[in-house]
C-alpha cells in the first residue's frame, strides 16, 4: 500500500473541508476503500485519508417523530441486531445481516456500504491493469470480455462515447444508433437532428472521424457510423414534412447569412427552428456553397443538394442568390436592415505557392467548380495533381475519369500522415492514380508558355522540430513529372474582400475573429463561422453554424422550444450484434464503371443499417452495484441526509468516475432517515450469493408489500433498480404464488443481458417471487 495523510476528523465541516481541497477520500468503516488502496486499483491515488469515525454524534439508532433515524457510521452488526428494525424495518435488517462476514460488518457502516464502488473485477484488478470507463478510460471491458456478473438490464453513460468525442459536432451516435436498433428510426431521425441537420450530406463527404474513436477498433473494426448515418440521412430526405417544419410561432426577428455552405445552412436551420426570419445570400446562381460546386457529383450529386435546398425554402428560409455582398449589398445594408448577422462565406481563394511558372497552373478548386468545361476534352493525356488533401484526391480522381490517360498526385506528407482518408487514397489508386508521397514543388517546366510538366524535390520533412509546418527539402533530388496539366489542390483561401476599409471588423491571421464561446465578432450583433473563421471540415462547419446560431438566439433572446424525449433509463445493445466482426459496406460501382456525374455507391438498405447498428457497444458501464442496503432502503423509502441537502434514496445513486453516487467532492452523509410505513406493510430481502464470506450478491432483491409496494433490485444494474412493472402487477392484490410468479416475469421483462448474464435473468424471477413470498 502506497502512503498516505491520515487524519481523524473532529467535524463532519473539517472533513469536507479536506475533501475539498483535492486528491483526498473519506472512510468510515473501511473495508472496500482499504482493499481499494492495497491493490492499487484506482487510476489516482489519494494523498489523504479521512477518518469519519472519529466525528462524535454519527453513530446512533433512534426513533422521533415516527421516523427511523440512523446515524452514517453506525455499524452495520448493530443495524442487524436492532430489536425495533428487525419488527418494523425488516428488509433493512435482513440486508445489514447479509453483508459478508461478521468481521466486516462489525467494522463496516451503513453510509460506506451504500457508497461503495462498483463489483467488476477489470474495475478491481490490481494495480489498474484495466483503466476502464469508471477510471477515466474509455471503454467497458466487461462488453467483449468476462461479464458472467455483469448487468442484465444494460448499462449506463460515464461520459461521452469516443464515437461521439471524436465527431466535432458531437453527435449523439449511440443514442440514434440505439434507436435504430428498437425500429425508431423517427426517434433516430430526432436524436440526430438536435446537433446536425445534414445526415444525407454527411453520410457522404465526412471523413468520419467518429470511426477511429470507435471502440470495437481495438478488437476488429470500427462500427461503419457513415453507412448508417447515410441511410438515416435519406430516410429524414425522404419525410421533410417530419422533420424540417417550419415553426409553429414567429419571433419577429431577422437574421441574414451570407454564405449558403454547411455552416450556413446549419445555422439557418437552427435559427428557422426558434422562430426567426432566416435570409441566405450567395454570390453563385445556386445555394450550396462547397457542397454544390466543389464537391464532384460522384461523391455528393447535385439534385441531392438541390433537394436539401428546397426543404430549407419549404421551412421558410430565404435564398437571396447571385447576390455580391461588398457589390450589389454592403455589410453596413445588413447590419442596418437585420437583428443580426452571419458571415460563413467558404474558402474559394487561390493562395500563392510562389513557384517559378505558378501562373500556367490550374488551381484545384477552379478546375472542380468548372468541371463541365473540362468535359469537352481539354483535360489532356497527362495530368499531375499537387496535393495530399480530400480536395486533391477529387482533383486527380476527376481528371482520371475526364479522360487523362496517366494522372500523378504528388505531396509533401508522408503517406501515413497524408490528411486524406485512407479510403480516399485507396480508391485514388484503384482508378489508376500514381501517389508520391514526400514530393514539392521547384518549378513548373515549360516551352514557350506551354506546360511540359512538373519539377519536384524531395521533402525530407514537411514540419520542423518543433512540429510547425515548415517544409524541409533535399535539393539535390529532384525529378520531371511529365504533365499538359498542373492542378494546385494545396489549400484555399477565405476571401472577405466584402470587408472594405470602412467596414471595421477584427480578422485574425486572414480570417474572422470571434468569442470562442458565442462566435461574436468584434461588432456587435455580427457574428462568423465555418471556413471565414477557421477552414476545416464539412462536419467541423456543421458545428460552427450550430455554435453560431446558438450564439445568435441569445444575443436576439429567442430560442428552439424544447421537444420531449423519453430517454431509456440503461443503455441497450445487442448481444448477438457485437459479436459480428465485419463492418457493413457500401454497394459500390466497380472501378470500371465509375463516372464524373454519377454517384459511386449506393446507400445501405434501412435493414443493413439497422443489422450495421447492432455492431455498436453502446459504450458505458455495464458493472453493478454491489450494495446490500441500497435496495432495501430504497424499498422502504429512504432518505439520505448530507452535510449539503436531503436525497431521497431512490436518488442517491449514480454512474461516474470512481463513483456510484450523485454526491459533490465534498458531500459527506451524515444520517439515513425511513419514514413509519403504513398500517400492514411488510418488507423483506434476501440475497444470493456463492459464498456468504464474500460481500458481493450476485442478485439482491427487497420488497414491501401494503401501502405503495416496492421491488427493488441490487447487483443487475449499475444502480440499484426499481422495478414498477413488478410493482403493478402486485398493487393492491393479495400474494400468492402464480401472482409473485407474475411479479418475477415482470422485474425481468426489459432484460437485455449478455449471453453469460442469462442465467442471472432466471435467478432475478425467482428471487423476486421469493421475497414476496416470504411477506406472504
Not at 431521425?189 to 472521424?209: D, Y
Not at 490528411?419 to 514530393?439: D, K, L, N, T
Not at 518543433?466 to 489542390?489: H, R, S, W
Not at 411479479?743 to 442469462?758: E, L
Request: aromatic content about 6%.
Amino acid at each position: 500500500m502506497k502512503p498516505f495523510n491520515h487524519i481523524n476528523a473532529a467535524s463532519v465541516d473539517e472533513a469536507a473541508t479536506i475533501l475539498k481541497s483535492g486528491k483526498a477520500k473519506v472512510i468510515a468503516g473501511g473495508t472496500d476503500l482499504i482493499g481499494t488502496l492495497k491493490d492499487n486499483i484506482l487510476s489516482d491515488y489519494p494523498a489523504t485519508v479521512v477518518n469519519l469515525k472519529s466525528v462524535p454524534g454519527l453513530d446512533y439508532i433512534k426513533e422521533e417523530n415516527g421516523m427511523l433515524k440512523i446515524g452514517s457510521t453506525t455499524r452495520l452488526a448493530d443495524i442487524a441486531d436492532n430489536a425495533i428494525i428487525k419488527e418494523k424495518y425488516t428488509a433493512l435488517a435482513q440486508a445489514a445481516h447479509a453483508v459478508a462476514s461478521p468481521n466486516i460488518r462489525e467494522m463496516g457502516t451503513i453510509a460506506g456500504n451504500i457508497s461503495q464502488l462498483p463489483r467488476c473485477w477489470y474495475f478491481r484488478k490490481p494495480e489498474n491493469r484495466f483503466p476502464c470507463i469508471r477510471k477515466g478510460g474509455k471503454e467497458c471491458f466487461a462488453i467483449q470480455g468476462d461479464n458472467r456478473f455483469h448487468s442484465i438490464l444494460g448499462g449506463k453513460r460515464v461520459a461521452p462515447s469516443p464515437c461521439s468525442k471524436e465527431c466535432p459536432a458531437g453527435t449523439d451516435i449511440p443514442g440514434y444508433l440505439e434507436q435504430i436498433r428498437k425500429g425508431d428510426w423517427d426517434g433516430a431521425a430526432q436524436t440526430f437532428l438536435k446537433l446536425h441537420p445534414l445526415p444525407m450530406i454527411t453520410g457522404r463527404v465526412c471523413a468520419h472521424p467518429c470511426q477511429q474513436g470507435c471502440n470495437r477498433n481495438e478488437t476488429d473494426k470500427s462500427v461503419s457510423i457513415n453507412c448508417i448515418e447515410r441511410t438515416l440521412g435519406d430516410y429524414i430526405l425522404d419525410h421533410p414534412d417530419k422533420f424540417y417544419a417550419p415553426p409553429a410561432t414567429e419571433t419577429g426577428k431577422s437574421v441574414a447569412i451570407v454564405g449558403s455552405g454547411p455552416a450556413s445552412l446549419t445555422a439557418a436551420y437552427f435559427l428557422r427552428k426558434a422562430g426567426n426570419k432566416v435570409t441566405i445570400y450567395d454570390e453563385k446562381e445556386e445555394a450550396g456553397g462547397m457542397l454544390m460546386y466543389a464537391i464532384p457529383a460522384y461523391r455528393l450529386p447535385k439534385d441531392l443538394v438541390r433537394k436539401v435546398i428546397d426543404i430549407f425554402k419549404k421551412m421558410g428560409v430565404e435564398f437571396k442568390l447571385s447576390t455580391k455582398i461588398g457589390d450589389k449589398v454592403m455589410p453596413e445594408e445588413l447590419e442596418r436592415d437585420y437583428d443580426s448577422v452571419l458571415y460563413a462565406t467558404g474558402t474559394w481563394k487561390r493562395p500563392v505557392m510562389g513557384v517559378s511558372g505558378e501562373e500556367l497552373t490550374v488551381f484545384g478548386l477552379d478546375f472542380l467548380v468548372e468541371i463541365k468545361k473540362w468535359m469537352e476534352g481539354k483535360i489532356g493525356q497527362e495530368v499531375f495533381v499537387m496535393g495530399g488533401g480530400n480536395v486533391a484526391m477529387d482533383v486527380a480522381m476527376s481528371a482520371k475519369r475526364l479522360g487523362a490517360k496517366k494522372v500523378t498526385l504528388a505531396c509533401l506528407e508522408p503517406r501515413d500522415r497524408m490528411p486524406a482518408s485512407a479510403e480516399e487514397i485507396a480508391r485514388a489508386e484503384e482508378e489508376g492514380v500514381v501517389v508520391m508521397p514526400g514530393w514539392g514543388l521547384s518549378k513548373v517546366v515549360e516551352e514557350n508558355g506551354v506546360v511540359k510538366g512538373m519539377e519536384l524535390k524531395r521533402c525530407t520533412s514537411p514540419w520542423d522540430n518543433t512540429g510547425a509546418f515548415n517544409p524541409q527539402y533535399d535539393e539535390c533530388e529532384k525529378l520531371v513529372i511529365e504533365a499538359e496539366n498542373i492542378m494546385l489542390a494545396t489549400g484555399q483561401k477565405v476571401d472577405l474582400s466584402y470587408f472594405d476599409e470602412k467596414y471595421s471588423i477584427q480578422l485574425k491571421r486572414g480570417y474572422i475573429d470571434i468569442d470562442s464561446d458565442t462566435a461574436m465578432t468584434s461588432r456587435k450583433g455580427i457574428f462568423g463561422a465555418g471556413d471565414a473563421v477557421r477552414p476545416g471540415l464539412a462536419i467541423a462547419a456543421i458545428a460552427a453554424g450550430r455554435k453560431a446560431a446558438n450564439g445568435i438566439n441569445r444575443y436576439l433572446g429567442t430560442s428552439i422550444p424544447e421537444t420531449k424525449t423519453v430517454d431509456s433509463a440503461y443503455l441497450t445493445h445487442d448481444a448477438e450484434g457485437i459479436s459480428v466482426k465485419v463492418p457493413l459496406k457500401l454497394h459500390e460501382l466497380d472501378a470500371s464503371k465509375r463516372r464524373i456525374d454519377i454517384e459511386d455507391s449506393i446507400s445501405a438498405s434501412m435493414a443493413e443499417a439497422a443489422e450495421e447498428a447492432k455492431r455498436c457497444m453502446n459504450c458505458g458501464c455495464y458493472a453493478v452495484s454491489p450494495s446490500d442496503t441500497a435496495p432495501a432502503l430504497i424499498a422502504l423509502g429512504a432518505k439520505i441526509v448530507t452535510n449539503k441537502r436531503t436525497i431521497d434514496a431512490e436518488d442517491y445513486f449514480d454512474v461516474k468516475v470512481e463513483c456510484n453516487t450523485v454526491l459533490d467532492q465534498n458531500e459527506i452523509v451524515t444520517e439515513i432517515q425511513i419514514p413509519a410505513l403504513p398500517s400492514g406493510s411488510k418488507s423483506a430481502f434476501i440475497k444470493m450469493s456463492y459464498r456468504k464470506a464474500i460481500d458481493f450478491p450476485v442478485v439482491n432483491c427487497a420488497v414491501l408489500t401494503g401501502g405503495i409496494p416496492r421491488v427493488i433490485l441490487g447487483a443487475v444494474a449499475p444502480m440499484p433498480y426499481r422495478s414498477r412493472k413488478a410493482e403493478k402487477v402486485i398493487a393492491g392484490k393479495e400474494i400468492s404464488e402464480t401472482l409473485a410468479e407474475e411479479a418475477g416475469a415482470a422485474a425481468v421483462a426489459d432484460a437485455v443481458p449478455f449471453n453469460a448474464t442469462k442465467y442471472k435473468v432466471q435467478l432475478t424471477k425467482v428471487m423476486v417471487k421469493r421475497a414476496l413470498l416470504s411477506i406472504k
